[in-house]
């Protein structure tokens, strides 16, 4: 250390902060956030510690410096524990008619709050649908109104009129021979399931839509608004890893082989994304492209909304669209049983 410069150690120290902080964020999908709850902060910005930590490598390396080890080492680490967050190919192949395709899709009332028209917004995510004419459909925040102009599928199971529930739906080409809620308390968060018949066999759709921050970030302008923004995202982070556990309890009961759709609002990065995993698959891990961005946040790339699959199924494709008529984007897969 004697011999850097005044520069060179303040970088060292700027350095040390970004390496350490991404390290921290590999524990967390480890330790629950009951146990240590600023790791869950630390995990949703995992993707821009990372990218951080990269110019230091280059930066020490050029200056012939054995520090570059600080920050080599911890995306090394944190390779390790999750991988590539970025996706740079895969070997998607054409789905054929034997294999079943999936979308999820959280629409946000069919209507984006705060766009013009969203009379016609809802009338162009309908159009969308209809051009992919996926098998299977989850929607998350629902209109009833929306999905009453989906004509393509006859069977659905809707949250009922008398729940309290935000509005999910499952919609099918195959017919549905049972259904359910898990009824997560005190929210209007919530999980469906439909067990579908499909080609003489039965398989469990669940449709998981766990706690919502209702935070918008460019209106967090003040210390005060901060304030009450963190104690609303330690409440959001709490019940997320309750409702996972819940989630997960009832996957384990499952007589059937399972496919999840789900809206997070959590990232792969999270203690509550491992726990709701569990041993599936995740196919954009396996077919995925880029970022996989699923939520409208200019700053962080978020993936947010998943499918995931049991293992003993096979990910043919995965694909991510840039609609911009909700504030998620829909997801789309096809699955081989």
Not at 193 to 209: C, E, Q
Not at 293 to 319: C, E, G, N, S, Y
Request: aromatic share 16%; glycine share 4%; charged share 20%.
């Amino acid at each position: 250390m004697r011999e850097l410069s005044l520069f060179d150690k303040i970088v060292y120290f700027l350095n040390l902060i970004v390496a350490v902080i991404l390290l921290l964020s590999c524990l967390a999908p480890y330790i629950s956030v009951k146990t240590f709850l600023p790791l869950a902060f630390l995990s949703l910005f995992f993707p821009i510690t990372f990218i951080i930590n990269i110019p230091f490598v280059f930066y020490w390396s050029f200056r012939k410096k054995k520090i570059f080890i600080v920050s080599f080492s911890a995306i090394l680490i944190s390779f390790l524990t999750f991988g590539s967050f970025y996706r740079f190919g895969s070997s998607n192949v054409y789905p054929e008619d034997k294999d079943l395709s999936i979308m999820t899709y959280n629409s946000r009332d069919f209507g984006f709050a705060g766009r013009k028209n969203s009379e016609l917004t809802g009338h162009k995510i309908v159009n969308f649908i209809t051009e992919q004419d996926p098998d299977i459909i989850c929607f998350q925040e629902s209109s009833r109104i929306g999905l009453g102009q989906l004509k393509n599928y006859p069977f659905k199971y809707i949250t009922p009129y008398t729940s309290q529930k935000s509005i999910q739906a499952i919609f099918s080409k195959y017919p549905i021979v049972g259904n359910g809620s898990l009824e997560f308390p005190d929210t209007a968060n919530n999980a469906i399931y439909a067990d579908i018949k499909y080609k003489g066999d039965t398989i469990r759709i669940y449709n998981l839509h766990l706690q919502s921050f209702k935070i918008i970030p460019g209106r967090v302008k003040s210390v005060a608004r901060g304030i009450r923004a963190y104690s609303k995202m330690e409440k959001t982070f709490i019940k997320q890893e309750e409702q996972a556990q819940i989630f997960d309890r009832h996957r384990k009961e499952s007589p059937f082989s399972t496919i999840v759709c789900a809206d997070f609002n959590n990232t792969p990065f999270s203690n509550v994304y491992r726990i709701a995993k569990g041993e599936m698959q995740d196919t954009f891990d396996e077919k995925g492209i880029g970022f996989g961005k699923t939520f409208d946040l200019k700053v962080v790339p978020f993936r947010i909304d998943f499918i995931l699959a049991d293992k003993t199924m096979q990910v043919m494709t995965h694909q991510n669209f840039d609609l911009k008529l909700s504030d998620h984007y829909p997801v789309l897969t096809s699955i081989r049983l």
